[in-house]
T-cell receptor, first 115, second 115 residues
């Protein structure tokens, strides 16, 4: 089965703490893509990153970093020195040939960063 | 200007009314999608279209219909609205066969309330 699991429903941290959002996926495909999206309180869905299954290099973008590990089928997202503006719901998603390119979303993790 | 736009942004309607939500995109993408988001249920795919002549049902298409008027336009209709269709609706686009394959770009959402 193809599935994305975000086990953390809600996380609350204090500003400047580091926080990691977990994402575990299941797929039979050998070629697939993983994504993270951010949904701030204003409601829009913002694309953050896309990762190809053949590229296990970690990626860093400012305070954001992503750790992709095929051995554990995980694609975790870390925010370093969190800020109040990071408060949002974060969705992990999976696509592949199994699904004709459509996205399968996890249930989302609501991150609250308190001042 | 935004690449993916949705109209209206907010709508309140009554049970039994027919309502249309519209989506337009300037990204030149062939693929378009309609999702609904309910609290705690994440994003669920209603319909998708891989080109103007290709329209497919998603996981929750009952009670909805769509029209792909052009590459840039994809409309979602609720034939006879019911209260449990109250939700946040998103349109998205993607383009296959590129470095951005399967990445979906979302519109700002339409908040629909059915009384």
């Amino acid at each position: 089965a193809q599935k994305v699991t975000q086990a953390q429903t809600e996380i609350s941290v204090v500003e400047k703490e580091d926080v990691t959002l977990d994402c575990v996926y299941e797929t039979r495909d050998t070629t697939y893509y993983l994504f993270w999206y951010k949904q701030p309180p204003s409601g829009e869905l913002v694309f953050l990153i896309r990762r190809n299954s053949f590229d296990e290099q970690n990626e860093i973008s400012g305070r954001y970093s992503w750790n992709f590990q095929k051995s554990t089928s995980s694609f975790n997202f870390t925010i370093t020195a969190s800020q109040v503006v990071d408060s949002a719901v974060y969705f992990c998603a999976l696509s592949g040939t199994f699904n004709g390119g459509k996205l399968i979303f996890g249930q989302g993790t609501e991150l609250s960063v308190k001042p | 200007d935004a690449d993916v736009t949705q109209t209206p942004r907010n709508r309140i309607t009554k049970t039994g009314k027919r309502i249309m939500l519209e989506c337009s995109q300037t990204k030149g993408h062939d693929r378009m999608y309609w999702y609904r988001q309910d609290p705690g249920l994440g994003l669920r795919l209603i319909y998708y279209s891989f080109d103007v002549k290709d329209i497919n049902k998603g996981e929750i298409s009952d009670g909805y219909s769509v029209s792909r008027q052009a590459q840039a336009k994809f409309s979602l209709s609720l034939e006879s609205a019911i209260p449990n269709q109250t939700a946040l609706y998103f349109c998205a686009t993607s383009e296959p066969g590129t470095e951005d394959t399967d990445t979906q770009y979302f519109g700002p959402g339409t908040r629909l309330t059915v009384l």
